[in-house]
């Protein structure tokens, strides 16, 4: 069993000391500057804190394993299984050309139910939608208190959304503000809140078209 650790925060969104990474990397996760350090006591903990982040900060090794485990925590939101999990939901784009009008729409994956749905969007990319659709998803389920999975069948999203950055090529002009105002938006939640969710690669070949396409195919 893994021993206990406590996290000091002297610099992130709200410094303190936490009892667990997750709520350590709410506080620290893209804040510029961040200053943090796990302790094996609580004693240790608040003895930190009250000596100042000088006194503690700097060194490598110590950052360099809470970064490592932030990675790994990440890697295993971002997977693939080999069953489906229906206590999830998926999410998919519907698209009339590329770059077109874009819409998406979250389904509860066990019983299709639409769960949110957003468009059209005069004009995007497909991915673009579908990289909407999964932070739309985060942010629902955040709201909820939810850590359901969520599916989405496009690589390229999933790994925007892990990176917090997306790559395209559609510009920047009138015909599409209304899709990069909805991008920057969800780019902005991305850099601003934590989650645990796993967003997974939904296995077509294996399972069928994922449960909320829009069947223009």
């Keep these: 069993m893994a021993k206990k650790k406590y996290y000091v925060v002297w610099a992130g969104r709200k410094p303190g000391i936490y009892s667990t990474w997750t709520e350590c990397q709410a506080q ?3 804040f510029k500057q961040a200053k943090f350090k796990s302790f094996e006591s609580r004693e240790q903990a608040e003895k930190a ?4 982040w000088e006194a503690h900060w700097g060194n490598r090794s110590s950052q360099k394993a809470l970064k490592n485990q932030l990675k790994k925590n990440e890697a295993s939101n971002t997977s693939t299984s080999n069953e489906i999990d229906y206590n999830s939901i998926s999410v998919d784009v519907g698209t009339r050309g590329n ?3 874009v819409e998406y729409q979250g389904v509860d994956t066990r019983t299709g139910e639409v769960l949110f749905s957003y468009g059209p969007i005069s004009k995007g990319t497909n991915n673009l939608g579908e990289f909407l659709a999964i932070v739309h998803a985060l942010a629902y ?3 909820i208190g939810s850590n359901k ?5 496009s690589q390229n999203a999933m790994k925007w959304v892990r990176e ?3 790559s395209t090529t559609l510009k920047r002009d009138k015909t599409t503000a209304e899709i990069w105002h909805l991008i920057d938006r969800a780019l902005d939640w991305l850099h601003t809140h934590s989650y645990e969710n796993k967003i997974l690669k939904w296995e ?3 399972w069928g078209e994922i449960k909320a396409d829009y069947g223009r195919k």
């Design 99 to 101: 770059p077109g009008p």
């Design 164 to 166: 917090k950055k997306v």
């Design 28 to 30: 620290t996760n893209n």
């Design 141 to 143: 389920l955040n709201k």
């Design 204 to 206: 077509t070949k294996k």
């Design 49 to 52: 804190y009250r000596e100042g």
């Design 149 to 153: 999975t969520i599916y989405t069948d």
